[in-house]
Nanobody
Framework: VELVESGGGLVQAGGSLRLSCAASGRTFSTYTMGWFRQAPGKGREFVARISWNFGIMTAPDSVEGRFTISADNAVDMVYLQMNSLKPEDTAVYYC?????????????????WGQGTQVTVSS
């Protein structure tokens, strides 16, 4: 399985970015796909996940209402639309595939990871 993220960059507070994740090597529609982020000195934090059988979940406190996860099964792509960005959203953002059935928001439940893409929000 290969996951490749793109779309990160530097943006001012209040701005928007759209992250993309290209997946290959496994049946895309079978497994849960997730976005996580890791800020310097902090652990990996759940952002959102999408599952064809179990729907969508977004981290309720930190990003709900600002971030939206979506997917295009036809081209094996997952997206994270990030609006109203804040400096505290600065982190490396990772795309992940669960590799097993069922949804999860735990990083340890995801078997496959991309290399990450840096998002920096300036104040």
């Amino acid at each position: 399985v290969e996951l490749v993220e793109s779309g990160g960059g530097l943006v001012q507070a209040g701005g928007s970015l759209r992250l993309s994740c290209a997946a290959s090597g496994r049946t895309f529609s079978t497994y849960t796909m997730g976005w996580f982020r890791q800020a310097p000195g902090k652990g990996r934090e759940f952002v959102a996940r999408i599952s064809w059988n179990f729907g969508i979940m977004t981290a309720p406190d930190s990003v709900e209402g600002r971030f939206t996860i979506s997917a295009d099964n036809a081209v094996d792509m997952v997206y994270l639309q990030m609006n109203s960005l804040k400096p505290e959203d600065t982190a490396v953002y990772y795309c992940a595939m669960r590799g097993a059935l069922g949804p999860s928001r735990l990083a340890g439940d995801y078997a496959y990871w991309g290399q990450g893409t840096q998002v920096t929000v300036s104040s």
